[in-house]
């Protein structure tokens, strides 16, 4: 299984300097694994927006059902179409990594 997690960079203010600092957030994850010989891709994504905070357990948990389910996400059309767009960019590179990995 290969599992590589979704960062985005976010711009805080230090306390200390009073200036603002980048830094990188998980906020989701992507998963692929080979099942009975067919790849298969799952993602999950937090709700920062909604104030939801990443937790990495439970981000594995459904990258890897939503990978089991009857949408199997072996191609890159099929799995551009139902992810979201956010994450279409980090998707693409995952594929070609994943294809190395696992010799699809």
């Known amino acids: 299984m290969i599992i590589q997690y979704i960062k985005r960079i976010k ?8 200036s603002k600092m980048k830094r990188t957030h998980k906020v989701g994850v992507l998963v692929a694994f080979n099942k009975d010989g067919k790849p298969r891709v799952g993602w999950s994504l937090t709700n920062v927006n909604n104030g939801d905070a990443f937790d990495k357990q ?3 948990r459904l990258a890897t ?3 089991i389910s009857p949408i ?10 139902y992810t979201p ?3 279409q960019e980090d998707l693409k590179a995952f594929l070609e990594r ?3 990995y696992l010799k699809y």
């Open 11 to 18: 711009q805080e203010v230090s306390p200390k300097k009073k």
């Open 58 to 60: 439970e981000g594995i």
């Open 65 to 67: 059902e939503r990978a």
């Open 72 to 81: 199997v996400l072996h191609d890159e059309k099929a799995a551009l179409m």
């Open 85 to 87: 767009k956010s994450i």
């Open 98 to 100: 994943s294809k190395k």
